[in-house]
Each structure stands twice: as C-alpha cells, then as structure tokens.
C-alpha cells in the first residue's frame, strides 16, 4: 500500500472495503513464488535493516496514520479518558484474584502487595504519558518502541501485548458468567455445556461468553465516543457499588482478622504482587486513544494518572474491607466479596456485588476491545501485519475489521478453554513490555542519532546494560532463592544505583519534553524497569515456558511474512519520499541531524 504523492495523506491507494489477496500480501515480496524464495535468502540482511532501522516521530503520526485511508474522529477529552481508565482496569482481578492471594499466598498483607503492583503500575503510567502526549497514535507501545527501539523490539512487545488482550479479554468473558451464574442463584457450571469428550482444561464451553464479546464487538465497532458514554455510564454504576462495597465491608470489620498481618513473610507478598499485577493489566489500552483525543498534552496525563490513582485507592481499601470481615484463612477463593458479606450476617449483598462485578467486568471488555482493534491498525499500518487490518471506516471512524479479528479469536478461546493457568501469563507479557517502554523512555531522553556522540552512546549503552543486569539477578536471586540471605542484593541494588547515578550525571540529555515530560529522569524509568523486573522473578518457571513458546511462534511469523512485508513497505515509502525530494520516511542507524 503504497503512497502516490507528497504529502502521504492524499496519496494513498483507496480500495474501500475489499478481500482481494493485494489487502492481505500486497508486498512486492508476495507477488510470486520466486519473489518470495528470493525474499527468504535475503532474512539475514533485512533482518540486520529492521533491527537497525528507527521510526521517526512524523512517520508515525502523517505518513503511518495515513495507511488508513481515513482519520479517526477525535472526540476525546480527560474526562472520558479518566473513564475510559477506570473502566479498562476495575473488572475481573479484584473480584476473582483477591481471595486466592489473600487465603494462599500473602495474607491480609495482600492490600501491600496491591500496592507494590500499583506503584509499579503507577511508573509505567508516566513513561506511557510521555510517549502518548508526544506521539499521539492509535499504536501505543509499539509505536513508541518502533521510534526508539526499531522494528524488530516494536513487533516482539506488540505480539506480547496482541496476546495479552486475547487472553484477558477470554479469561474476563468466562468470569462474566460465573457471576452472571452467581447472580442467578447458579453455580457456572449450569450455564456452560459439558462436552466430556474433550479434556477437562477445553470441555467446558461457554456460550454467554461469546454473546457477551459478540455483544462488546458491536459497541465498539459503531463509535468511539458511542462507547465512551456506555463505559462511562457502566463505570459510575460500578463506581457506586464499589463504594457500597468499601462501606458495608468496613462497618462489619473485626480488627482481630488483622493479628497476623503477615503469615506468608515478604516474599508472599511479592509473589501475590506479580500475579495482582494482572488486576491493573488495561491501562495502555487508554494510550491507544491518544490518536482519537482532542487535546493530548492536556487530556492524557489527567486521564492515564488520575484513573491509576482512583483505581490503586479502590484496590488497597477493598482489599482491607474483605481481610477485615473474615479471617484471611477462610476466604473464599472463586467468589471472595460475597461469601464474605454472608459470613456476616448480609447474604443479600452477595447479588450486589455480583452486579457490581458484571459491570466492572463489561466495561474491561469494552476498553479492551477499543484498545487491543488501534493497536492491530497500527501495526497494520506498518504491513507487518496484513494492511487489511489497518482499513478505518469512513461512517463510523473505527477500524471495524481489526475489532472484529481480535474479538473473534476473544469469543473463539473463551468458549472452549479454561484459563485460570494464563493469569501468570498475561502478568509477564504486561511486565515485559511496560519494562521496554520505560527502557525506550530513557533511550528517548538521553539518544538523539546523529547529534549524540559516540561517547555519549557508548556511556548510554553501558548504563543501561548494568541497569538491566543489576535489575536481572536481583530478580533472578529472589526467584530462585529459598532463604532470607540478603547478600546479593547488597551487590546487586548498589550497581543499579550507580548505573542510574553515572547515566544522571555523566551522559548529556539529548532530548527535552515538548509538552509534558516523565519527572525525576533518569530515576523514574530506571526504577520502572527495576520493578517491572523484580515481580518477574516472582512468577513460575512454568509461565515462562509458555512465555517462550508464544515468542517462539511470534518469531517464526515475523521470519516468514512480517519481516518481508515491513522491508518491502518502509523501501518503497522512502524512494517514494526520495523522489518527491523529501527526507526519508524511515532512517536506519546513520541519519542526519536535522531528521531528528
């Protein structure tokens, strides 16, 4: 899909809505088999190019955006972003995840590891921000990471981000049900089809699953601003039986539930702090909106920092109120908030909170879904996913097509399988990218290519190696510790802060915020990168394995088409801009000073 004239947003190649093969492999590489065989003996080469090649900033808000063939409308302000963010977090892990930490893993010492999580969350809020504010698209980390990281970095944390919105959305639609089930004096196996046959972990179809993403599907695909006002709504109702929820718990509180505070130790809390980080999973889907916002530099920092302050406090408390009103050792691990409201004396508020989680849970599906459609544009965009995925709707100015995909393979998992094992999963495909967005922030501030000298870089890399290395064993030790012995940290947390000393002091900033910027740089992304880290060494080894194997399809997709179709793309758009005698739209590793 390339561009035929200067300015990139006239020239696109209009098709209107089509499945012809040029939507999907339109490449010059897909045009025969010989392309293509020639294409593979080429890997090492243009692999070595997208690795190396770094998106600009215009790229991706003009000629990238362009690819589209029609804007988004931009009819978001801080208001509905705040929303938006309440809406994308509050859902199925406080509801669902609470209970089994607090009985099996870290006590009523559960509301401080919501908020370690939280401060973790909370950091990666700000790097997030900076990146929104700066390149508001609908692409989020993987348009940040392309402009900082390169290509290559961009389409791993994308795929891991792809993943996590699946999953999460599948594991959210199943939990609707059980409470649904709830609701309806039910247990959740009535309202599911037993198909002995099939295994135990994908026999359990869930057909009001599917309904439900059906139903968020048609949201999402009629309007933007049309979903804006349903979560809004959906959130206040949510909002309010949070509160009941807060109320009524504290008023039936015991302070003797809270003599032993800590059974598990810290590492329990840690441990439940990397699996409650899945409670704030949703909050870069509100980043994704930054392309449909109608004063970025104001409304994104109000909306992404205000909604993680509302939702931390909400956590912390609810998890005080449900510690508070039962001994930690007999909570309920499928429905905590209700059982706990009948242990005393107020069987009726279990249909309260039943409600109220049905709502939290509609909402996360739907800025889910209005999240996980921009991204796969973006990528889209960029061809290393089919370009047919990036077509917007001229009426409803939203990416139909790629909400649709995404919400079918949603439907298509949360009918068959049971994913209570994949809440690890999504723990550290969220912390693995949130990790590489602080990285890219720091990248950012400190590296500007052809302004930034070579000794400038060399101390840049150097730093940034011992922060991730300092940050890797210390999370690595405590992973596979089983003592107290607090030695290698006492080596490893002084070279992470020496590292994030000598960057602060010895390695000249390159690059200044243009209109909101990340407080305390460098120390504010080191941390996030630190922390981030940390709550992976806190997650089984198991999770990692499927971790490993997702990263090993990803790569094995990217090989085979995304790397050829991104190569053929990004050299077609740079001899088209060569040839009108404008600067490159892509600049690999030697770029003149004034690209940047």
């Known amino acids: ?17 089509s499945c012809t093969k040029d939507d999907f492999l339109p ?79 870290s006590g009523p010492a559960v509301v401080i590891s919501y908020v370690v999580s939280g401060i973790s969350a909370m950091l ?34 994308a795929g891991n981000i792809l ?41 359990h179809l869930d057909p009001i699953a599917v309904v439900v993403v059906c139903v968020i599907c048609v949201l999402a695909v009629l309007s933007t601003k049309g979903s804006s006002r349903f979560n809004y709504i959906a959130s206040i109702i949510h909002v309010i039986v949070i509160l009941f929820i807060i109320i009524a718990g504290f008023s039936k509180a015991d302070a003797k539930n809270y003599s032993d505070f800590m059974p598990f130790g810290i590492r329990g809390v840690f441990k439940s ?91 996360v599906l739907l800025v889910s879904a209005v999240g996980q459609a921009r991204y796969l544009t973006h990528i889209a965009r960029t061809h290393m996913m089919p370009p047919w995925l990036a077509q917007v709707n001229p009426k409803t100015g939203t990416p139909i097509n790629a909400t649709i995909v995404m919400l079918s393979a949603t439907a298509i998992i949360a009918f068959f399988t049971e994913l209570d094992i994949l809440a690890n999963l999504l723990s550290i495909s969220t912390l693995f990218i949130f990790m590489l967005v602080a990285l890219a922030l720091l990248v950012r501030r400190y590296y500007v290519s052809g302004e930034t000298t070579t000794a400038n870089r060399n101390k840049l890399v150097a730093c940034i190696v011992l922060i991730l290395a300092s940050s890797i064993a210390t999370a690595a030790y405590w992973g596979l510790s089983d003592n107290d012995d607090w030695i290698a940290y006492v080596i490893t947390v002084p070279i992470w802060f020496l590292a994030t000393l000598a960057l602060h002091v010895a390695v000249p900033r390159a690059r200044n915020p243009k209109l909101w910027g990340v407080p305390l740089v460098p120390w504010l992304p080191s941390a996030s990168i630190a922390i981030n880290i940390f709550l992976l060494g806190s997650i089984d080894g198991a999770s990692f394995a499927r971790f490993g194997i997702w990263t090993v399809v990803l790569l094995l997709y990217y090989f085979f088409f995304g790397l050829h179709a991104s190569y053929d793309t990004a050299k077609e758009a740079a001899e088209n801009k060569m040839g009108d005698g404008l600067k490159k739209v892509e600049e690999g590793v030697k770029v003149s000073s004034e690209a940047q």
């Open 1 to 17: 899909m390339g561009l035929d004239g200067p300015t990139g947003n006239e020239g696109v190649r209009r098709r209107g809505c």
């Open 273 to 363: 702090s990397a699996v409650l980080f899945f409670a704030y999973v949703g909050f870069d889907a509100v980043s994704t909106m930054a392309e449909e916002t109608k004063n970025p530099a104001r409304d994104i920092p109000i909306g992404l920092v205000g909604s993680m302050l509302i939702t931390t406090a909400a956590y912390c408390l609810l998890a005080v109120a449900l510690c508070l009103m039962q001994p930690f050792r007999e909570i309920n691990v499928d429905a905590p908030f209700s059982v706990a409201f009948e242990a005393v004396g107020m069987s009726w508020a279990k249909y309260v909170v039943a409600a109220g989680a049905l709502k939290g849970m509609t909402t």
């Open 27 to 105: 490449e010059e590489s897909f045009k025969s088999w010989g392309n293509y065989v020639q294409a593979l003996q080429q890997t090492p080469r243009r692999f070595m190019d997208r690795v190396f090649t770094r998106s600009l900033d215009s790229t991706e808000l003009h000629e990238i955006k362009a690819r589209s063939q029609h804007e988004m409308k931009k009819t978001l302000s801080w208001w509905d972003l705040i929303w938006f963010g309440i809406g994308a977090v509050i859902g199925a892990g406080i509801f669902v995840l609470t209970g089994l930490q607090a009985r099996e893993v």
């Open 163 to 203: 993943l996590e919105y699946v999953i999460g959305g599948a594991a959210v639609a199943r939990s609707w049900t059980s409470y649904f089930a709830t609701l309806c004096n039910h247990k959740p196996e009535d309202f599911r089809i037993i198909v002995h046959s099939m295994s135990e972990d994908y026999g």
């Open 124 to 157: 990666s809020v700000f790097c997030y921000t900076e990146f929104a504010v700066e390149i508001p698209v609908a692409g989020g980390s993987f348009a940040y990471l392309r402009v900082e990281l390169g290509d290559f970095m961009a389409f791993i944390a």
